[in-house]
């Protein structure tokens, strides 16, 4: 993917949706119909701040088939490398912005005879034009969708009204917390759960799956890694012979691009493996921090992803 | 631009033959003088006016024809169209890739008009008139998949996207080489690519698929492929065998001109937006030998790839009986001379 794959939108609308969650409504700037997508579906948001491009993947909300806009939900998160925070500050109605098209990783099951949909927090975005879907197919759901408190919950009323029983609430600070052993214990051949939300939940979920005799295929999950902070390295190019360094709130891609190197990338999340490298020498560790590469190959040394992970130490090359 | 259409056979007394237009713009796939698999897949952008990748849907002189064989075929088995409970969705996002490609593209000979989900398709060489509710699958004569297949060149099928694997779980296959939609149905990536020599040890699925998983709506790729056929036969497939397996026999030093044909499928992957599938376009075009060394470049290289060509190949591809009569009739069109890259004619 390169610059001119994107598409460029307005911001059409701004609505805080929970004390810590902005909803954007974005439209092409010639008001021409946007793509079609699927329920899962996420697009790359590109922000151009004052001193760097921030790359940012978000789920799509809204209803598929709508392609007048496409909605966003976004989390400020304090600490972070500055994405959430450029869209709640900076962004206002009016805003230019580039996206990608949508990419889906994390797609229903079409076979699948009833979906189990697990939300915590901000994981509750991609379920939203999941359960469009599903619900306009006229297929069996329940979303059990985990919040800390009442406030910080988006998207309660609404969905509630849309899909009444099919929609359980767990309110952390009244402490209720999703069944999830008793649910999974209890559910038909068929039945795919999907889970979305902070790194602790979806690695409960998985397991709580697992233990519970849950087939690997019939478990989902989607998450998408900001690329960690750390301290700066040098990645030294073996076929075109240069040498980078990597700022310690920098990716290794962010690095690439900052100096004009096309590197190949879909997600920026490390779920979708477009940017899978090989890797010919590290002086130090690699950290991985993708959900991409199998544990053996993450144990080789010999991959990374380029989007989120990094090394500790002072140099590694890479063959590119 | 209004194409004529011809009036032809592909079975029987076999009266199809290229126009010197349909040779010019043959989609000759061998860019050097030898040719081994590679995962040798481009973006499908649009191409030079006039040639095979001017549009997304190619339609050339020979659809008429090629659409009332297509017609034969599911006549005598419907099982060449078939397709899973779960793969509507993908069906009609099908409907709509062609529909509207064709109405933009060639709009002297279709036009599509949609007012919401109302949409009103007019298809003038095979005179059609149809007002459809899209999404509504009892508006139209027969499944959108195969409604609009019956009405498209090339074959096409539809894979599901599920546990990081592509699923073949729909189709509507007429014209293929040697491969069976009945059969291969419901089959992943790899099994239905199981039988391809050479490729598998190279790796060339495995990077294959990780491409495709991530394949994005509006940036569609292609490849080309090739085999060889004898008699202009669209519909070699294994349940019509024992019609045209016996025909790899009966090629004479005398009859190569005419009855030996290259056979290239420009194929197509495009991932199709609501339901997240891929579509798979085959298209198919034949040429002749005698046809084929009216290119200079064409008749000198074509000798030089099939010597070269690993005996794994010549064997998957079905050329072993009738290689070197071919060969040897060849040859005389190559003086040895040095041949420039590329595919296209000088």
Same mark, same amino acid.
């Given at each position: 993917?390169?610059?001119?794959?994107?598409?460029?939108?307005?911001?059409?609308?701004?609505?805080?949706?929970? $004390?810590?969650?902005?909803?954007?409504?974005?439209?092409?700037?010639? %008001?021409?119909?946007?793509?079609?997508?699927?329920?899962?579906?996420?697009?790359?948001?590109?922000?151009?701040?004052?001193?760097?491009?921030?790359?940012?993947?978000?789920?799509?909300?809204?209803?598929?088939?709508?392609?007048?806009?496409?909605?966003?939900?976004?989390?400020?998160?304090?600490?972070?490398?500055?994405?959430?925070?450029?869209?709640?500050? %900076?962004?206002?109605?009016?805003?230019?912005?580039?996206?990608?098209?949508?990419?889906?990783?994390?797609?229903?099951?079409?076979?699948?005879?009833?979906?189990?949909?697990?939300?915590?927090?901000?994981?509750?975005?991609?379920?939203?034009?999941?359960?469009?879907?599903?619900?306009?197919?006229? $297929?069996?759901?329940?979303?059990?969708?985990?919040?800390?408190?009442?406030?910080?919950?988006?998207?309660?009323?609404?969905?509630?009204?849309?899909?009444? $029983?099919?929609?359980?609430?767990?309110?952390?600070?009244?402490?209720?917390? #999703?069944?999830?052993?008793?649910?999974?214990?209890?559910?038909?051949?068929?039945?795919?759960?999907? #889970?979305?939300?902070?790194?602790?939940?979806?690695?409960?979920?998985?397991?709580?799956?697992?233990?519970?005799?849950?087939?690997?295929? $019939?478990?989902?999950?989607?998450?998408?890694?900001?690329?960690?902070?750390?301290?700066?390295?040098?990645?030294?190019?073996?076929?075109?012979?240069?040498?980078?360094?990597?700022?310690?709130?920098?990716?290794?891609?962010?690095?690439?691009?900052?100096?004009?190197?096309?590197?190949?990338?879909?997600?920026?999340?490390?779920?979708?493996?477009?940017?899978?490298?090989?890797?010919?020498?590290?002086?130090?560790?690699?950290?991985? %921090?993708?959900?991409?590469?199998?544990?053996?190959?993450?144990?080789?040394?010999?991959?990374?992803?380029?989007?989120?992970?990094?090394?500790?130490?002072?140099?590694?090359?890479?063959?590119? | 631009?209004?194409?004529?259409?011809? +009036?032809?056979?592909?079975?029987?007394?076999?009266?199809?033959? +290229?126009?010197?237009?349909?040779?010019?713009? @043959?989609? @000759?796939?061998?860019?050097?003088?030898?040719?081994?698999?590679?995962?040798? *897949?481009?973006?499908?952008?649009?191409?030079?006016?006039?040639?095979?990748?001017?549009?997304?849907?190619?339609?050339?002189?020979?659809?008429?024809?090629?659409?009332?064989?297509?017609?034969?075929?599911?006549?005598?088995?419907?099982?060449?169209?078939?397709?899973?409970?779960?793969?509507?969705?993908?069906?009609?996002?099908?409907? /709509?890739?062609?529909?509207?490609?064709?109405?933009?593209?060639?709009?002297?000979?279709?036009?599509?008009?949609?007012?919401?989900?109302?949409?009103?398709?007019? +298809?003038?060489?095979?005179? *059609?008139?149809?007002?459809?509710? @899209?999404?509504?699958?009892?508006?139209?004569?027969?499944?959108?998949? /195969?409604?609009?297949?019956?009405?498209?060149?090339?074959?096409?099928?539809?894979?599901?996207?599920?546990?990081?694997?592509?699923?073949?779980?729909?189709?509507?296959?007429?014209?293929?080489?040697?491969?069976?939609?009945?059969?291969?149905?419901?089959? +992943?990536?790899?099994?239905?690519?199981?039988?391809?020599?050479?490729?598998?040890?190279?790796?060339?699925?495995?990077?294959?698929?990780?491409?495709?998983?991530?394949?994005?709506?509006?940036?569609?790729?292609?490849?080309?492929?090739?085999?060889?056929?004898?008699?202009?036969?669209?519909?070699?497939?294994? /349940?019509?065998?024992?019609?045209?397996?016996?025909?790899?026999?009966?090629?004479?030093?005398?009859?190569?001109?005419?009855?030996?044909?290259? =056979?290239?499928?420009?194929?197509?992957?495009?991932?199709?937006?609501?339901?997240?599938?891929?579509?798979?376009?085959?298209?198919?075009?034949?040429?002749?030998?005698?046809?084929?060394?009216?290119?200079?470049?064409?008749?000198?290289?074509?000798? =030089?790839?099939?010597?070269?060509?690993?005996?794994?190949?010549?064997?998957?591809?079905?050329?072993?009986?009738?290689?070197?009569?071919?060969?040897?009739?060849?040859?005389?069109?190559?003086?040895?001379?040095?041949?420039?890259?590329?595919?296209?004619?000088?």
């Amino acid at each position: 993917m390169t610059a001119s794959y994107l598409r460029r939108v307005k911001v059409a609308e701004v609505e805080r949706v929970a $004390s810590r969650i902005k909803r954007f409504r974005l439209v092409d700037v010639e %008001n021409k119909p946007l793509s079609e997508f699927s329920g899962g579906s996420h697009v790359t948001v590109c922000m151009r701040a004052q001193d760097r491009v921030i790359r940012n993947p978000y789920s799509l909300m809204g209803c598929p088939s709508d392609t007048s806009s496409y909605q966003i939900s976004v989390l400020k998160v304090d600490n972070s490398r500055g994405g959430s925070q450029f869209m709640h500050d %900076n962004v206002v109605v009016g805003t230019e912005l580039e996206i990608s098209e949508p990419l889906n990783l994390f797609p229903p099951a079409k076979l699948a005879r009833k979906h189990i949909l697990v939300a915590g927090g901000i994981g509750i975005t991609p379920f939203m034009s999941m359960m469009s879907e599903l619900d306009a197919l006229g $297929s069996d759901f329940e979303l059990h969708y985990g919040v800390r408190s009442a406030a910080e919950g988006a998207f309660c009323k609404l969905l509630e009204a849309r899909y009444g $029983s099919r929609i359980r609430l767990y309110l952390q600070d009244q402490d209720q917390m #999703v069944p999830l052993e008793r649910i999974l214990s209890n559910q038909r051949l068929g039945a795919h759960m999907y #889970v979305c939300g902070p790194k602790p939940m979806i690695d409960w979920a998985l397991r709580t799956a697992t233990l519970a005799g849950w087939p690997d295929e $019939s478990i989902h999950s989607e998450q998408f890694n900001a690329p960690p902070i750390g301290k700066p390295f040098v990645v030294k190019l073996a076929r075109s012979r240069r040498e980078i360094t990597v700022g310690g709130h920098q990716s290794i891609l962010e690095a690439l691009e900052q100096n004009g190197i096309d590197a190949p990338f879909l997600c920026r999340g490390g779920a979708c493996g477009q940017c899978e490298t090989e890797v010919s020498g590290c002086d130090g560790f690699i950290e991985h %921090n993708d959900h991409y590469l199998s544990e053996a190959e993450k144990a080789s040394g010999r991959k990374i992803m380029i989007c989120v992970s990094r090394i500790s130490g002072d140099a590694v090359t890479l063959d590119l | 631009m209004v194409i004529a259409f011809k +009036n032809e056979t592909f079975r029987d007394d076999f009266t199809f033959s +290229n126009s010197p237009a349909a040779i010019r713009r @043959f989609p @000759f796939p061998f860019h050097e003088d030898k040719y081994m698999y590679s995962v040798n *897949i481009e973006p499908h952008v649009p191409g030079p006016k006039g040639s095979v990748y001017e549009f997304p849907i190619d339609i050339d002189e020979h659809y008429v024809s090629e659409m009332r064989d297509r017609e034969l075929v599911l006549k005598a088995d419907p099982g060449r169209c078939q397709a899973l409970p779960h793969m509507m969705t993908a069906q009609w996002d099908m409907l /709509e890739l062609l529909m509207t490609s064709m109405a933009r593209d060639y709009p002297e000979h279709f036009s599509l008009t949609q007012d919401g989900d109302r949409w009103h398709w007019i +298809n003038r060489p095979l005179g *059609i008139d149809q007002k459809f509710t @899209f999404g509504d699958v009892k508006t139209l004569p027969y499944e959108p998949m /195969e409604y609009i297949g019956r009405q498209c060149q090339g074959d096409f099928s539809i894979q599901d996207q599920r546990d990081g694997q592509l699923w073949m779980d729909a189709g509507i296959i007429t014209t293929q080489a040697d491969w069976s939609l009945d059969f291969d149905i419901g089959m +992943n990536f790899f099994e239905w690519h199981g039988p391809v020599p050479l490729a598998h040890q190279a790796g060339v699925f495995d990077r294959a698929l990780k491409f495709l998983l991530n394949l994005q709506h509006g940036r569609p790729v292609r490849r080309l492929n090739w085999t060889m056929t004898i008699n202009p036969r669209l519909d070699t497939s294994p /349940e019509n065998y024992h019609k045209w397996g016996v025909d790899r026999t009966t090629v004479t030093p005398e009859n190569v001109g005419d009855k030996v044909h290259l =056979r290239v499928e420009l194929q197509g992957l495009w991932r199709l937006p609501r339901s997240n599938t891929i579509l798979f376009s085959i298209r198919c075009y034949m040429i002749k030998m005698r046809e084929l060394v009216t290119v200079p470049k064409w008749g000198r290289r074509l000798p =030089r790839v099939l010597r070269t060509l690993p005996p794994e190949l010549v064997d998957y591809k079905g050329l072993t009986r009738y290689r070197d009569t071919t060969l040897e009739w060849l040859s005389k069109y190559d003086d040895g001379a040095p041949t420039t890259l590329g595919c296209g004619p000088d």
